[in-house]
């Protein structure tokens, strides 16, 4: 295994689990009639960014790790909605894995350009609201995005991982699924 991917492996390990934990908690939570989802646990070592964002239009990129890489998602989302599949491709790295709900997996920007093709023509995308819920780095080189989006009459759930390249953020792994 080389050293990046294992990079990754060890904090999808990290990370998975304690966004389980808090999503389970925050949906324990509502159940009761909270007002506000909990706050997720041992995520200490764990800066936060901005969190809460409607990506209607686009964000400004602030300067922390979150916020950036918060901003680069945004530039998914607007590519997404604009339908510029070079943009959207972009967005990955080159070795990036992608699972979409009710698709094949994803990897590499050749498979991923292939997946958004075949997705490209549905009016949902185009329309679709996004908001990106909570945002976080993990060190220098990595960060995670959780967000939900409303396409059409459905509701779903992403997340993402980033890592840098250079200077930018680029999306490492995505995964969505339909929120029950």
Not at 19 to 29: E, P, T
Not at 126 to 138: C, G, N, P, V
Not at 167 to 177: R, V, Y
Request: proline share 3%; glycine share 10%.
């Amino acid at each position: 295994m080389t050293k990046i991917p294992q990079h990754r492996a060890l904090l999808l390990a990290a990370i998975v689990p304690a966004l389980l934990l808090a999503g389970c908690s925050a949906n324990n939570q509502a159940m009761k009639g909270a007002a506000s989802p909990g706050t997720p646990t041992d995520m200490d070592s764990m800066s936060p960014g901005t969190t809460g964002t409607a990506t209607g239009e686009a964000s400004p990129s602030g300067t922390a790790g979150g916020s950036q890489a918060e901003s680069a998602v945004q530039g998914y989302f607007n590519a997404l909605k604009a339908g510029n599949l070079d943009q959207v491709v972009s967005s990955f790295s080159d070795d990036a894995v992608v699972a979409v709900d009710g698709q094949a997996t994803a990897e590499g920007s050749d498979a991923i350009r292939t997946l958004f093709q075949k997705l490209q023509g549905s009016n949902d995308m185009k329309q679709a609201k996004h908001t990106i819920d909570e945002s976080r780095t993990a060190g220098d080189q990595d960060a995670f995005v959780r967000s939900t989006s409303k396409q059409g009459d459905d509701d779903y759930r992403e997340l993402f991982l980033l890592t840098k390249d250079g200077e930018e953020w680029k999306i490492s792994q995505f995964m969505n699924n339909q929120a029950s």
